[in-house]
């Protein structure tokens, strides 16, 4: 199949209890295809400035990701600047300079408009509809989101919601946007929002991924040293859809291998600041933190 | 084998955004030996006042649970108020009236001696090895605490770890025993005092166990109706070792098995106040949840 992302690209300072990135390469859609790019062939639609260095996109290349839908507007590119406690479940956000950002109009390239999968990625839900709507007839339509758009344009956000399949956010958002405490009575709220499927992020504790057919449950992986959580949410998104996008199916089997392989992209992605721990990632690696979550998860039937 | 515990029988009075309920049957004996008397016979020591009412013991007794060592002091039985809020993650204390426990000596009968697995619930680490040093030879014990003792009586704490094979407490009491925030670090921390199996607790999060193996994690079974979390660490305690206990083993295979039906022992205890839900529970629904839990986690190898 072929996969489309929409989303951000950024420039991170990022301050965490074990260290500092000053300007670092970050933003969704670079997480996204990066984690992607080890199960398919990504497509990115962003915008930089003109101080975005070709180091950057030689490495977006490097990775196999499609930048033809990558624009270059004259001004800076966005820039994000957070800060995480001891508690890394959260950031705090410093700064946030939407430059380039602000006035981006997402123009899909010809050879984008028949991507069967589209992962929407944390903007303003009606620039993700402006750019579903260049799609012609997309297979499956993946979403991500946040409280500022929940508080600030939740009629937006609903209208992007129906003609989502799946929708991947935080714990406290889908309590937020649901209006409702209990998760599971949340997720049941926003299903019928559109989404059949929502996968409930929750940062060290893992995702919960609710559906027709019940609940699924992947555990976070235990990580000795977790160096920067900056677009674990993202490298969770890229890894789920992309082996989605990669096995060509959405049955059951696949839905909960794709929930491993996104977990495992997250947790690579915490090891390091900015995508450093995936600059050196190769596909063995993931393989084999695929079997530890199976180790870390299993036990046996009773009798 | 045969189990024994040492732990408080109490009267809770309990607020959640849910409800309330006063002066309910409470205390972690009490909860341990009701959750662990599905899968065993459990031996209790604790102690109550001359206002405990016979019908407690009566369903004590009608679950199996033998009260040789439940001694009757004159005086008010232990009282414990407390309340949670929207997050039923974390209660908070408003009261407690210690009454009989404040000078509590368990003795154990002799038909107690010789006790194959002891639970140490959660009193001071001084009683705990009170109780434990008039047990002939052990072959398991295992031990809770809280924050209160680790920040009040360490020193003593710690001695009782010497002496624990299985520790299960909180996560943040598990950092705060450690004084280190990176959960697996403090686990390989807290083992090197003594436990060799740990496990963390993490409420509606579920439970991780670390032990020389490597790390299990079992999931909360997501409720749409959670309405008083009271109880709910030491009915896990309960399927844990009274699992364990019914066994009569510690591989592998019977110590992840045992995680799982203490969360299941512990999202039962937590769809009603008190002891209410278990009142009516049978082991046909405990083995049905059982089969919840594997269809909540289950997940394809890759090929």
Chains 1, 2 share one sequence.
């Not at 937020?176 to 929502?198: F, S, W, Y």
Request: hydrophobic share 40%; aromatic share 12%.
């Amino acid at each position: 199949m072929s996969l489309l992302v929409v989303g951000s690209v950024a420039f991170d300072t990022v301050k965490t209890p074990f260290g500092e990135a000053e300007d670092v390469l970050g933003g969704s859609a670079t997480y996204f295809s990066t984690a992607a790019s080890y199960f398919t062939d990504v497509r990115m639609v962003a915008v930089v400035g003109s101080d975005f260095p070709e180091k950057h996109i030689n490495f977006l290349k490097s990775r196999n990701v499609d930048v033809a839908g990558l624009q270059r507007a004259s001004g800076s590119t966005f820039r994000w600047k957070g800060e995480y406690g001891y508690d890394l479940n959260e950031a705090k956000t410093l700064e946030t300079r939407l430059n380039v950002f602000e006035t981006f109009k997402p123009t899909i390239p010809e050879t984008y408009r028949t991507s069967d999968v589209v992962f929407l990625a944390n903007i303003d839900p009606v620039l993700q509809r402006e750019v579903l709507h260049q799609i012609e007839r997309p297979k499956l339509v993946a979403c991500d989101t946040m409280n500022f758009w929940i508080g600030g344009k939740k009629a937006e956000l609903i209208k992007t919601l129906a003609e989502t399949d799946i929708l991947l956010i935080n714990e406290s958002e889908a309590r937020e946007l649901a209006d409702e405490p209990n998760l599971v009575r949340a997720a049941r709220i926003i299903q019928k929002m559109g989404p059949k499927t929502l996968i409930v992020k929750r940062g060290e504790y893992g995702a919960l991924m609710f559906h027709a057919d019940g609940v699924f449950s992947a555990p976070a992986y235990p990580l000795e040293s977790v160096f920067d959580p900056t677009g674990a949410g993202d490298s969770f998104a890229g890894g789920f859809v992309g082996y989605l996008d990669n096995v060509k199916n959405l049955n059951e089997t696949s839905l909960r291998q794709a929930m491993i392989f996104g977990s495992v992209m997250a947790s690579f992605n915490v090891e390091d600041f900015s995508l450093n721990r995936m600059r050196s990632l190769d596909y063995k690696e993931i393989e084999s933190r695929y079997r530890e979550f199976r180790r870390l998860t299993f036990f046996e039937d009773i009798v």
